[in-house]
């Protein structure tokens, strides 16, 4: 399969090298990119030669977020057009949630918006020094509403209540402390810790791993149909408020929003 946006390269112990690939555009989350993901998640959730997926990103930053043009063409859109396009993002954070093989996050420079929903959606993230994290949806006008859910269950309410809504910038160490990413090393350090993450597993059986990761889904916190319908009809609700119009366009205007 060509991938457009990602790429994919797995090593003959069956470890798979999942890789933003937009550095241009530090790796925002595209419809196409969203898309992609999905397919390849499906695709190596199937596959028996795939051990371990290592989920990374090309260039300087993890992951920037969400596709602000793309966002911007979802308030002239229509009910059921911002409905569709918000059940992308759900169903690409969903199919990465439930791979049954373990995610590994290697976290660098920043993962912004929906950068961090998919850290939240790996089984363990590591970050490296100077990584910074924020959840900037509010600055714009709109909520985290499809990350939401696994923010929730890998933060807690109480630690996600910290930066969850007020766009307010961190750093890996606090992301360390909110439960965000399980450890902080330096850049240098990074492709190693993530290695020794990697390593148990090819030790265990892979069905076996599968059907633990599935268990422990099952018994964590509910994120169901229903959760992720919700989060994307209160995605689309604030899509049709009218601070994203303002504010979407005040960032692609490069001027403040009223509110700043």
Same mark, same amino acid.
């Given at each position: 399969?060509? %991938? ?12 798979? %090298?999942?890789? #933003? ?15 992609? *993901? ?16 290592? #989920? ?11 596709? #602000? &043009?793309? =966002?911007?063409?979802?308030? &002239? ?5 911002? !409905?569709?396009?918000?059940?992308? *993002?759900?169903?690409? *954070? @969903?199919?990465?949630?439930? !791979?049954? +093989?373990? *995610? ?13 929903? =998919? ?6 993230? $590591? ?15 709109? /909520? ?62 892979? #069905?076996?791993?599968?059907?633990? +990761? ?8 509910? $994120? &169901? ?6 989060? /994307? @009809?209160? !995605?689309?609700?604030? %899509? ?11 960032? !692609?205007? +490069? ?6």
């Amino acid at each position: 399969m060509t %991938w457009q946006t990602l790429d994919l390269r797995t090593d003959p112990r069956g470890v798979t %090298w999942l890789t #933003l690939n937009t550095p241009d555009r530090r790796n925002v989350l595209s419809p196409q990119m969203s898309a992609e *993901l999905t397919e390849a998640a499906q695709a190596l959730g199937t596959d028996p030669t795939v051990r371990v997926v290592v #989920l990374a990103g090309a260039g300087p930053v993890f992951c920037a977020g969400g596709d #602000l &043009d793309w =966002m911007a063409a979802q308030i &002239d859109a229509d009910r059921p057009q911002r !409905l569709r396009e918000a059940r992308k *993002l759900a169903q690409m *954070l @969903r199919a990465l949630n439930e !791979l049954p +093989k373990p *995610l590994i996050g290697r976290l660098h420079g920043g993962a912004f918006g929906g950068g961090v929903g =998919m850290a939240c959606v790996c089984d363990v993230a $590591i970050a490296a020094e100077g990584t910074r994290f924020c959840f900037s949806e509010t600055r714009l006008g709109i /909520i985290p509403a499809t990350i939401g859910p696994y923010v929730l269950a890998r933060m807690g309410e109480g630690h996600a209540r910290r930066v969850f809504m007020s766009a307010r910038i961190f750093d890996a160490v606090e992301a360390e402390t909110l439960g965000l990413v399980a450890r902080v090393v330096t850049g240098e350090a990074l492709d190693v810790a993530v290695e020794a993450e990697v390593a148990p597993y090819l030790s265990c059986a892979p #069905l076996a791993v599968g059907q633990a +990761k599935a268990l422990a889904r099952a018994l964590g916190p509910r $994120i &169901d149909d229903a959760v992720i319908e919700d989060s /994307i @009809r209160r !995605l689309a609700d604030a %899509w049709e408020g009218p601070e994203a119009r303002v504010g979407i366009r005040a960032f !692609l205007e +490069k001027r403040p929003a009223p509110w700043q």
